[in-house]
């Protein structure tokens, strides 16, 4: 067993450190406040690799491993959950499933784009389209319908809290197609955003990561090719199940990255604020928080980093990433809340980052499910 990174690893964890330092930080707090799309922040992802980071250099990706790939979510997370989400939703949710299940003729159309991030020089990344109304939690209530054709399906219905939903160019829904059948009735599809009958509703409103794109989409008669189906009949909750337990890797990653970005600036606030004639972090009641946040943190970043080595290794990954997930997103919120308390009175302002950062760390406890669905997946594992 070896607790060490690789030289490559660290240079990869340098490489995000810097970008987000140099390319995320400044104009932050600005994008929070009007909710801005980071689309320079993005564009310069695909340029250095980073929202293809596992796809195969054969189809334009960087062909690292998952280890990289949550090396560079906790650095960009600790400055912008906005321009990790969109990274970690082009990544785990969008070119993983394509390259796993795609066809040939899949992959050369749509992975290889989407892999570099750019396609005839603009911005080309996907979203994943499965939550709905009066589905999230329970992804086995699609309401979204695909009718076969012959030749095309016809998909309607609602999707609801789409990350990347209006700047995305390709689309994975999850339709049911065989209501009889249950969740051995469903399929995905991959859909051209500007296939006729798409409708984007409105930016949503946000608590948090405000610049991430976030919309609930329409489709009202969209045709979709027969060849844009992805794997057999039937099989698209397997491959939203299995899409997302890798995703959420990238989600535990994130909020990882977001704990770790509030504790250093509640470390480095310690450090310089003084009360009662000396620094805070001299005050045993401030040294208990901060130890308490770097302890909380290291073990969230080993649950992260076993669920990555799970999956780069071919072990079934499931339990380990629902683990991570939970525990590192707990730990962001946790975190996050005692780094504003440290602040005092400034960290209920916006440019000590801090209250930001809170914001940002409530949506990993709930999106590529809840919580209380970890606990789920988690105690069927231990039951079985």
């Not at 990561?209 to 969209?222: A, K, L, P, W």
Request: charged share 25%.
């Amino acid at each position: 067993m070896h607790f060490q990174l690789q030289e490559e690893h660290l240079m990869i964890r340098k490489a995000a450190r810097d970008f987000a330092q140099n390319e995320c930080l400044p104009g932050v707090i600005e994008r929070d406040e009007k909710q801005l799309f980071p689309k320079e922040q993005v564009l310069k992802l695909a340029e250095l690799g980073f929202l293809g980071m596992m796809a195969s250099t054969g189809y334009g990706g960087a062909g690292m491993d998952t280890i990289s790939y949550v090396l560079a979510m906790e650095e960009i997370s600790k400055i912008d959950a906005s321009t990790s989400v969109c990274m970690s939703v082009n990544n785990s949710l969008v070119c993983w499933g394509l390259e796993k299940y795609g066809t040939e003729e899949q992959k050369q159309r749509y992975l290889v784009p989407l892999a570099q991030g750019k396609k005839e020089g603009a911005l080309y990344i996907g979203a994943f389209l499965l939550s709905e109304p009066e589905a999230g939690s329970d992804a086995t209530s699609q309401h979204t319908m695909a009718v076969d054709k012959g030749d095309h399906y016809v998909i309607n219905g609602t999707k609801n809290w789409i990350t990347n939903g209006g700047t995305a160019s390709v689309y994975l829904v999850i339709a049911q197609t065989d209501p009889e059948k249950g969740s051995r009735g469903i399929d995905v599809f991959i859909v051209d955003k500007n296939s006729p009958g798409i409708t984007v509703g409105s930016k949503e409103n946000k608590l948090g990561i405000r610049g991430s794109d976030t919309h609930s989409i329409m489709f009202q008669d969209v045709k979709v090719p027969k060849e844009n189906r992805i794997g057999e009949e039937g099989f698209g909750f397997i491959f939203a199940m299995k899409t997302l337990a890798g995703g959420r890797i990238g989600i535990a990653a994130q909020a990882l990255g977001i704990a770790s970005g509030a504790y250093e600036r509640a470390l480095a606030y310690a450090k310089e604020r003084k009360a009662f004639g000396k620094e805070i972090a001299q005050h045993q009641a401030i040294q208990f928080k901060l130890a308490d946040m770097a302890t909380r943190i290291e073990a969230a970043r080993l649950l992260c980093l076993r669920a990555a080595w799970e999956k780069d290794n071919g072990i079934d990954y499931t339990q380990s990433s629902s683990m991570a997930k939970v525990y590192a997103s707990e730990t962001a919120m946790w975190v996050t809340t005692e780094a504003v308390q440290i602040h005092g009175g400034y960290g209920y302002v916006k440019e000590y980052h801090v209250e930001r950062l809170m914001r940002d760390a409530k949506i990993t406890q709930i999106y590529e499910g809840t919580s209380e669905v970890q606990r789920i997946v988690i105690g069927r594992g231990i039951l079985k």
